[in-house]
Every structure is written in C-alpha cells, then in structure tokens.
C-alpha cells in the first residue's frame, strides 16, 4: 500500500538555478537523466497527468529545475536533462557544476532517480551523477526506461548487466525496469518515493534489546 497519493501532485514553480530553489527544508526527490531519457514521461505516468512535467516545459525554458509538490514540503525535482549535443561546452561544464553542488549541499535532497533508456544506460554523466548522489549519502533508485522496446529476455540481461554495474559505486542504488507506455515499475517508483518520504531512520542496532532477559 503506497502511503503518498502521487496523483495529487501539482507544479510549483521553476528555479533559474539551484541558489533559487525554494528554502531547503522538508525532503525533495530529484530525477535526472539525459535529455530524452523518458523523464517527463515518468513523472506524468507517476502522478497520472499527462501533461504535468511538460506544463513549464516551454521552449527555451528547458534549462530550469521544476518543482513539483506532493504534500506541503514533499518535492519531486525535475531537473533539466543532460547530454544535448548542442548545447556549447561552456554551458555543459557551468551545468554540471551546479548539478555537483545541487547534490553535495542541498540538505533535503533524500534521493536521487536516475532515468536511462534501457537500450543506452550507464552514460558518463549518468555515471557522474550516481557517484555525486553516493559521495553525498543520497540513495539512488535507476529506472531503465522504454522497458517495453525490448523483449522480455533481453530485458532481463540489461536489468541484471546495470545491476552488477551497479554494484561498483558502492552505495544505496537499487535499479529497476521502466515503461511509462506499459505502466511496467511504476510500484516500484512510488514503493521508493513512499520509503524516502516517509524518512523512517534506519533501526539502531541496540544490543541491549537483544540481551536474553
Ligand atoms: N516506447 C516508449 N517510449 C517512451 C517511453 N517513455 C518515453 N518515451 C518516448 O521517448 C521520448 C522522450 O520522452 P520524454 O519523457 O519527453 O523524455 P525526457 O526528455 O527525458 O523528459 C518521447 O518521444 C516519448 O514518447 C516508454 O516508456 N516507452
Ligand atoms: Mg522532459
């Protein structure tokens, strides 16, 4: 039983950069990937509006953070996707900077999702973000998205290939199967976002409960 109604999740607002996003309180979710990895898709299959992420996705704003509120002070992040080839270096570097200090500073973020499609994971930047997001103690859920290109077999080789790559970051990362068009993971998705919002603190190991009385 998922705790959050993602359903109700509603825009609201947009940041330039990240030393304008609002107050960093609460706990926000983040999802990055590279630009066409299935992000909107995702968000919009997630809270079942189908325009949802693409409402501030108007030409030439594609470069902001959108925020999206699930409850007061539970966010999800849209952060801008990465890897367009056409934007110049300069801009490339200044973005990849911003995005290192979004992930190492910012005190609410609780977890990151990575998108990647299933056909093409594991790019540099999105190799970047995982070891940013483990550095700075955020757990890392992978969706392998547009599940639904590939047959079931070879979809489970690329879940099982990510996996064991997954393994050499040496952090929280759990890595799952995507398809916002057959509605394939989005359990998975909200059994996740439910976990990092519900912010229950790992259970201390107190010996002295387990003493024989
Ligand atoms: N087959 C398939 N196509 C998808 C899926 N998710 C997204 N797409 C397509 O991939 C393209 C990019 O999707 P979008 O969500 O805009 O990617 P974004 O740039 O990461 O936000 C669009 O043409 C989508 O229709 C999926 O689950 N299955
Ligand atoms: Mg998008």
Redesign the pocket.
């Known amino acids: 039983m998922s705790g959050w109604n993602y359903h109700l999740t509603h825009f609201v607002t947009s940041a330039p950069d990240i030393r304008h996003l609002p107050s960093d309180s609460g706990i926000e979710v983040a999802f990055a990937?590279r630009?066409?990895?299935?992000?909107?898709?995702?968000l919009n299959t997630l809270t079942n509006q189908k325009s949802l992420?693409r409402t501030s996705k108007t030409p030439g704003r594609t470069q902001l953070i959108n925020l999206f509120q699930v409850a007061e002070g539970y966010r999800l992040v849209d952060l801008p996707?990465y890897g367009y080839a056409e934007v110049p270096e300069e801009v490339k570097l200044k973005w990849q900077h911003a995005l290192s200090e979004y992930l190492h500073r910012r005190e609410c973020l609780k977890g990151l999702v990575v998108?990647m499609d299933i056909r093409h994971p594991l790019k540099d930047l999105d190799q970047q973000m995982i070891k940013w997001a483990v550095q700075s103690d955020i757990q890392v859920l992978v969706l392998l998205?547009?599940a639904?290109?590939l047959a079931s077999g070879a979809r489970k080789a690329q879940l099982n290939l990510v996996r064991e790559a997954a393994k050499g970051f040496v952090g929280d990362i759990q890595v799952e199967v995507?398809?916002?068009?057959?509605r394939i993971g989005v359990d998975k998705l909200s059994q996740k976002l439910d976990s990092w919002f519900t912010d229950i603190p790992p259970a201390v190991e107190d010996e002295s409960l387990y003493e024989p009385q």
């Open positions: 990937g630009s066409n990895a299935g992000k909107s898709s995702a992420a996707g998108l998205t547009k639904d290109k995507f398809s916002s068009l057959k």
